[in-house]
């Protein structure tokens, strides 16, 4: 009978650990802003300056068995005075600076660019912004040898959540 119940114990365990999937990472977010600051094309894209830029970067989930399934992405925003709301939506957003990258195992892309969309925010505290993202940015393939365009492509950031402050990065900046 004791045979049996530990027997019985050690299928439970083992059913129990059959669910969990270690294999898997899992997506990750995070939203942040900076006061005094600028966009440039350089890393870190944000440094010191007189604006307030808003970034969000995005890893989605992969998994480990997969090679090369990684896909993150940064998208920032800069405000001349964000204020306690502020909203942009069609020909307002060409006004604004904007940056998306993308990073994963995709083939070499160019021009990318903000096609249409909004941005919508509002103060929430000192330390805080809450946004509402919802932008669709338009992109080229092109083929490495003859430079020419394959395809066109867009890829849309769509996303609400609070953005909290943070310490501008350092660097030199462009």
């Not at 969000?56 to 399934?69: G, V, W």
């Not at 003859?146 to 849309?156: F, L, V």
Request: with cysteine; hydrophobic share 30%; net charge negative.
């Amino acid at each position: 009978m004791r045979a049996s119940g530990v027997l019985a114990i050690f299928y439970v365990f083992i059913f129990l650990s059959c669910g969990q999937d270690e294999g898997i990472n899992p997506a990750e977010e995070s939203l942040d802003f900076f006061v005094d600051a600028k966009l440039t094309g350089e890393f870190p894209f944000a440094f010191s300056g007189d604006n307030v830029v808003f970034h969000r970067h995005y890893t989605r989930e992969d998994d480990k068995a997969i090679a090369d399934d990684e896909y993150s992405e940064d998208f920032f925003v800069e405000l001349e005075n964000p204020g306690e709301s502020f909203e942009y939506a069609g020909e307002e957003l060409k006004d604004l600076k904007t940056l998306f990258l993308y990073y994963c195992y995709c083939g070499y892309t160019s021009n990318v660019a903000l096609k249409e969309g909004s941005i919508k925010g509002t103060k929430k505290s000192e330390r805080k912004y809450e946004l509402d993202v919802d932008v669709t940015y338009e992109y080229y393939h092109i083929d490495q040898a003859s430079k020419d365009t394959i395809d066109t492509y867009t890829r849309q950031v769509k996303y609400k959540g609070v953005h909290q402050q943070d310490a501008v990065p350092s660097g030199t900046g462009g």
